[in-house]
């Protein structure tokens, strides 16, 4: 029989699912910050559970807290105490935040988004998978670390030996197992096929992507690798930001980073191409890339060389791409108005998704997962 608190646990737990269900939408369009901890692990505040309050009955005498003096009269030391030094005489009046952290698992946070985005599994493209060994402890032996030792199958053999050379006494039982006793958990090594995938963002940031622009795109990406974690066993993350030239930086300069230049998103996908070709070979990868912008190209020409570099290199070589056009006040939106005219509906590989504001993320998650690709 399970322990009460078990039970109380999961309970927790259901409740605490609940509510990032039901929350979801105003969750991530707030933006409130979920701390990865560790591998699988993240930490979110949670600040509208409410905490349970003890509350007196209605019978007024005995008990713990009754006596003298009426409600809302300050405790009295004992005579002669003087006031502490070092603290402010009057106590602040507002009520303190009750805010709640708890842990989620990955597997918890992407049933939810796919419960509340109604998203398909992904199917990986191709039938290549990268082969990956895992040790699996399946039996045992006779040799290995103390860290590995069997202790009740080490004592089982232990009291066997005993009772075979009729050195056991049941009335008094003592059973010293000796070196040759020792059973260690042994492992096979197990090949498994899995399969990979890489995401690669590229993101605008000439003046016109303020820090807004930025904010909804960093919390969109948290999602979208969050989900994509969820499918695949080993997953990898490139990021390049872009101007009027393109360069490759880690994750935080990515979403830090504000230039002012002027705007060639050609010189972005060169360098995806190239990430592609040189890193991740199209029959072991699952290929992601994924682009934001304000919608400002420098040129039309540029924009058919775009088109050029996506229908000859990046699309046959991913599984879906990507295109988030972030409002913003200084873009004009013309690429997004070009690749849809190019691509409508006819692509099965391009998924383009307007951002106006926070409240669209979870609108546009659901148009580039929605696929299933």
């Given at each position: 029989?399970?322990?009460?608190?078990?039970?109380?646990?999961?309970?927790?737990?259901?409740?605490?699912?609940?509510?990032?269900?039901?929350?979801?939408?105003?969750?991530?369009?707030?933006?409130?910050?979920?701390?990865?901890?560790?591998?699988?692990?993240?930490t979110?505040?949670?600040?509208?559970?409410?905490?349970?309050?003890?509350?007196?009955?209605?019978?007024?005498?005995?008990?713990?807290?009754?006596?003298?003096?009426?409600?809302?009269?300050?405790v009295?030391?004992?005579?002669?105490?003087?006031?502490?030094?070092g603290?402010?005489?009057?106590?602040g009046?507002?009520?303190?935040?009750?805010?709640?952290?708890?842990?989620?698992?990955?597997?918890?946070?992407?049933?939810?988004?796919?419960?509340?985005?109604?998203?398909?599994?992904?199917?990986?493209?191709?039938?290549?998978?990268?082969?990956?060994?895992?040790?699996?402890?399946?039996?045992?032996?006779?040799?290995?670390?103390?860290?590995?030792?069997?202790?009740?199958?080490?004592?089982?053999?232990?009291?066997?030996?005993?009772?075979?050379?009729?050195?056991?006494?049941?009335?008094?039982?003592?059973?010293?197992?000796?070196?040759?006793?020792?059973?260690?958990?042994?492992?096979?090594a197990?090949?498994?096929?899995?399969?990979?995938?890489?995401?690669?963002?590229?993101?605008?940031?000439?003046?016109?992507?303020?820090?807004?622009?930025?904010?909804?795109?960093?919390?969109?990406?948290?999602?979208?690798?969050?989900?994509?974690?969820?499918?695949?066993?080993?997953?990898?993350?490139?990021?390049?930001?872009?101007?009027?030239?393109?360069?490759?930086?880690?994750?935080?300069?990515?979403?830090?980073?504000?230039?002012?230049?002027?705007?060639?998103?050609?010189?972005?996908?060169?360098?995806?191409?190239?990430?592609?070709?040189?890193?991740?070979?199209?029959?072991?990868?699952?290929?992601?890339?994924?682009?934001?912008?304000?919608?400002?190209?420098?040129?039309?020409?540029?924009?058919?060389?775009?088109?050029?570099?996506?229908?000859?290199?990046?699309?046959?070589?991913?599984?879906?791409?990507?295109?988030?056009?972030?409002?913003?006040?200084?873009?004009?939106?013309?690429?997004?108005?070009?690749?849809h005219?190019?691509?409508?509906?006819?692509?099965?590989?391009?998924?383009?998704?307007?951002?106006?504001?926070?409240?669209?993320?979870?609108?546009?998650?659901?148009e580039?997962?929605?696929?299933?690709?």
């Amino acid at each position: 029989m399970d322990h009460p608190i078990k039970s109380d646990h999961s309970r927790f737990r259901k409740i605490i699912k609940g509510k990032l269900r039901k929350n979801l939408k105003s969750f991530v369009s707030k933006g409130q910050q979920i701390v990865p901890k560790g591998k699988d692990k993240f930490t979110i505040p949670m600040p509208s559970i409410e905490i349970p309050k003890f509350k007196f009955g209605s019978k007024s005498e005995g008990g713990v807290g009754q006596g003298d003096g009426a409600e809302g009269e300050p405790v009295q030391g004992k005579k002669g105490d003087e006031k502490g030094q070092g603290k402010p005489e009057k106590a602040g009046q507002d009520e303190g935040s009750k805010e709640l952290e708890v842990d989620v698992s990955l597997e918890e946070l992407a049933s939810i988004l796919s419960e509340e985005l109604e998203l398909p599994n992904i199917e990986p493209k191709g039938s290549a998978q990268i082969d990956a060994s895992k040790n699996r402890y399946t039996s045992i032996g006779t040799s290995g670390p103390d860290s590995l030792k069997h202790h009740k199958r080490t004592f089982k053999q232990s009291l066997k030996r005993q009772i075979s050379i009729g050195a056991y006494d049941p009335s008094n039982p003592s059973i010293i197992p000796t070196r040759k006793d020792y059973r260690f958990r042994s492992s096979k090594a197990k090949i498994e096929k899995q399969n990979n995938a890489v995401v690669i963002y590229m993101m605008d940031v000439s003046g016109s992507m303020g820090d807004e622009q930025k904010e909804i795109v960093r919390t969109e990406s948290f999602w979208i690798n969050l989900w994509l974690k969820h499918q695949y066993e080993d997953i990898d993350f490139r990021y390049i930001i872009h101007d009027a030239t393109a360069r490759e930086v880690d994750e935080e300069v990515f979403f830090k980073t504000r230039e002012s230049g002027g705007t060639l998103i050609s010189s972005a996908y060169k360098l995806c191409q190239q990430i592609i070709t040189e890193d991740y070979p199209v029959s072991d990868w699952n290929i992601y890339p994924f682009h934001f912008s304000d919608g400002d190209n420098w040129s039309s020409d540029d924009t058919k060389l775009c088109l050029d570099i996506l229908n000859t290199e990046i699309l046959p070589a991913s599984n879906m791409f990507g295109y988030g056009q972030v409002e913003s006040r200084y873009g004009s939106g013309q690429f997004y108005k070009d690749l849809h005219a190019a691509y409508n509906e006819k692509s099965e590989k391009i998924v383009l998704s307007k951002i106006k504001d926070r409240e669209a993320i979870l609108g546009s998650i659901k148009e580039f997962l929605g696929k299933g690709n």
